[in-house]
């Protein structure tokens, strides 16, 4: 299932992320810090959404209570929770 995600509150505009079988495919971030999000995506793939958001959840991004991380467990809750 591809769902996009719109984030709040951090530099990205868009997530679009594959999740199939509770397992995380594939991760694509518009804007945001092209390099760090690229490794996220990179480290995610092929990870169980549950270890997604435990090792995600909360990180926050300088004195902003979110960050790109944070928002990326947000959209994965969403997911899990609407199955």
């Known amino acids: 299932m591809i769902v996009e995600y719109q984030p709040k509150g951090v530099c990205s505009r868009k997530m679009r ?3 199939e079988d509770g397992v995380v495919r594939s991760l694509e971030v518009t804007a ?3 390099g760090n999000l690229q ?4 480290l995610v793939e092929g990870m169980p959404v ?3 958001i435990r090792r995600l ?4 991004c300088g004195r902003k209570n979110t ?3 944070d928002q990326l467990a947000k959209a994965l809750e969403e997911i899990r929770d609407k199955r």
């Open 17 to 19: 992320i594959d999740v």
């Open 32 to 34: 945001g810090c092209d």
């Open 39 to 42: 490794g996220i995506a990179k």
């Open 50 to 52: 549950d270890e997604v």
């Open 57 to 60: 959840s909360g990180i926050r």
């Open 67 to 69: 960050s790109c991380p």
